[in-house]
């Protein structure tokens, strides 16, 4: 089991920028990925970045370049620095762990943090 806390949501004004935290409540080393979804009202959960243990990284093709996903492995945090933000990434975003141990694959989420962006 894994508690996940997110913090760093906020207004900002579109091309703003804000960091998004993710606290684990124990070591994430065996965490075989780390990640950041977020919702819309209306919309469905979509994936936003995800880093492996080994600190290869994924991005939506809506945040690539804006967007920078890092994990700290001894301080068992996960960041998500947002710039030049857009009214579009107005959303819930939440912390996943995704652990893998054999053959299954368990999903831990944290309760999100709002994050909006105004135009």
């Known amino acids: 089991q894994v508690q996940l806390v997110e913090s760093g949501g906020g207004l900002v004004q579109a091309g703003g920028s804000l960091r998004l935290s993710c606290a684990a409540s124990?070591?994430?080393?065996?965490?075989?990925?780390m990640g950041w979804y977020r919702q819309a009202p209306g919309k469905q959960r979509e994936l936003v970045a995800t880093?492996?243990?080994?600190?290869?990284?994924n991005y939506a093709d809506s945040v690539k370049g804006r967007f920078t996903i890092s994990r700290d492995n001894a301080k068992n945090t996960v960041s998500l620095q947002m710039n030049s933000l857009k009214p579009d990434d107005t959303a819930v975003y939440y912390c996943?762990?995704?652990?893998?141990?054999?053959?299954?694959?368990?999903?831990?989420w944290g309760q999100g943090t709002q994050v909006t962006v105004s135009s």
């Open positions: 996943n762990a995704k652990q893998t141990i054999m053959v299954r694959t368990t999903d831990y």
């Open positions: 124990r070591s994430i080393l065996s965490i075989n990925r």
């Open positions: 880093i492996t243990a080994g600190g290869s990284t």
